[in-house]
């Protein structure tokens, strides 16, 4: 979806960061429980094969026990002695001590165990010289002559060797789960991503419309949970577009009843001039006229926007048509009115056809506007040139004039409704560009107010995509 949403709206990414925290959570969760559990039944395993090992060397020791002439002693070959401090788990320390807890052999600094109640083997973990050290303890008995009672044997290894297996067995473990976790976010994300794609594409639609297109919003590929509202979005617009179709048909209605009782006001005005003496009321009918003549004015500039607008129900009269044919007539009607105002007024344009889809009644009205315009508003013994240039893509009229030209800061302000530039000394409704404007935009096309040749007077130009 688009970037460009309104600052502090929420986007179609927070949702995509939504559904990836709540599918996050458990797998977090998931991930930490599993991890715990991988862990325990590592540690059990390492340390249950390590204590096998720790007690098959304590065995070793134990089957090496003598009593000699009452003496007890431990008849460990200088071989054995070697491996027990060369083991691949490291190196391994034992204590054997006697019935009365004697020293016989080995370390002597290595804390004694307790003797188990059971007489069975014992593990249990131990410091020694400043290290972690697992310890295993067994009891033998001896019944000789000499000798009675329960002999201990106890071995210590240190017990990095065992968290350093754990710590590489969890690696192992673990880093497949983290690289499992990435794929299903990106997955999620891709999805996500996937899931709005039919969503953004609506918006660039709906960025895309002109204010004048109140069709219905396509439904076909959205998901089914956004459906409703697109429906509803589609039922505002319908409701919309009536609201400005009766809005329209209201302004054409009333201007077109004004038509009648301003015309009958007019035709009295001149009746009355006629028949009347005295030059006080003649002057008064005559004003009286051109408020007359102004208001015909404004109401058929009232229609003629009404007509324009996106709400009229003229769309079906667009038609494929020639322009350049269009605009040399409208220009050749026009003459009469320049002629009368001292303007000199020509057309420029391709001997050949300028094909466009349109309203013939509508450009006729839009030109009509814009010649009129440069026309009044420029000096007499002035020049309006209308100029016509079509492409494969586009054709485009230019009326320009040698008048008095529009200030750069009026330009886009004189093609709203009823703005006019003050101090003209030109009467007007100011509806002529707005119309232009309704008109050129029905076409899918744009009008814009440059200043004309030689930076003096306004060349309005109107452009309209050319028909295939
Ligand atoms: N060719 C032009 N040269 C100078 N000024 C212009 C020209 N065309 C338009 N304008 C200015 O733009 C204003 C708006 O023009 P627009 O045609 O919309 O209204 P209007 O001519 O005043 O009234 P209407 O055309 O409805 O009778 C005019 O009042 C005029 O000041
Ligand atoms: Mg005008």
Not at 27 to 38: E, P, Q, T
Not at 207 to 233: C, F, K, Q, Y
Not at 386 to 392: F, I, R
């Amino acid at each position: 979806m688009s970037e460009g949403a309104t600052p502090g709206a929420p986007r179609a990414f927070a949702l995509r960061r939504q559904v990836l925290f709540w599918v996050s959570i458990p797998l977090a969760v998931l991930w930490a429980i599993s991890g715990y559990n991988d862990y325990d039944i590592a540690k059990r395993y390492v340390t249950v094969a390590y204590d096998r090992a720790l007690l098959e060397a304590a065995l070793d020791i134990g089957r090496q026990v003598r009593v000699l002439r009452g003496q007890i002693y431990v008849d460990l070959p200088e071989v054995a002695v070697k491996m027990l401090s060369t083991r691949a788990t490291g190196q391994l320390y034992y204590l054997v001590t006697g019935p009365d807890g004697e020293f016989i052999t080995g370390e002597p600094e290595i804390n004694r165990a307790k003797p188990s109640p059971s007489g069975q083997a014992q593990f249990y973990d131990d410091t020694y010289q400043g290290k972690q050290m697992r310890a295993a303890v067994i009891q033998l008995r001896m019944e000789t002559e000499d000798v009675r009672g329960l002999i201990t044997v106890q071995v210590i290894e240190q017990r990095s060797p065992r968290t350093d297996l754990l710590r590489s067995l969890l690696l192992g473990i673990a880093l497949p789960q983290v690289l499992a976790a990435l794929c299903a976010f990106m997955v999620i994300w891709f999805a996500v991503t996937r899931a709005l794609r039919p969503l953004t594409q609506l918006c660039q639609e709906v960025e895309r419309r002109s204010h004048r297109d109140l069709s219905p919003l396509p439904a076909a590929h959205v998901p089914s949970e956004v459906r409703p509202l697109i429906e509803s979005m589609n039922a505002l617009l319908k409701r919309l577009s009536d609201v400005l179709t009766s809005q329209q048909r209201f302004i054409a209605d009333a201007a077109h009843q004004l038509r009648t009782p301003i015309a009958g006001l007019r035709t009295q005005a001149g009746l009355a001039l006629r028949q009347s003496a005295s030059e006080e009321v003649r002057a008064t009918l005559t004003q009286l006229q051109t408020a007359a003549d102004h208001a015909t004015h404004l109401v058929n500039q009232l229609l003629s926007l009404a007509r324009a607008e996106p709400a009229a129900e003229r769309a079906q009269t667009m038609m494929p048509l020639d322009l350049a044919a269009l605009t040399r007539a409208t220009t050749t009607a026009w003459v009469p009115r320049a002629l009368a105002a001292d303007i000199d007024l020509g057309y420029e344009g391709p001997d050949g056809e300028a094909p466009v889809n349109g309203d013939a009644f509508l450009l006729r009205e839009m030109l009509g506007n814009l010649i009129d315009n440069a026309i009044r508003y420029t000096q007499r013994g002035g020049r309006v040139t209308v100029k016509l240039k079509s492409t494969v893509h586009a054709v485009e009229i230019g009326i320009e004039d040698n008048g008095p030209g529009i200030p750069e800061n009026e330009r886009s302000a004189v093609l709203e409704r009823f703005h006019r530039v003050l101090g003209t000394g030109v009467d007007g409704c100011g509806l002529g560009l707005a119309i232009v404007r309704e008109i050129a935009q029905r076409h899918g096309g744009s009008i814009r107010l440059l200043v004309g040749s030689g930076n003096c007077g306004t060349l309005a130009q109107v452009t309209l995509p050319a028909a295939g």
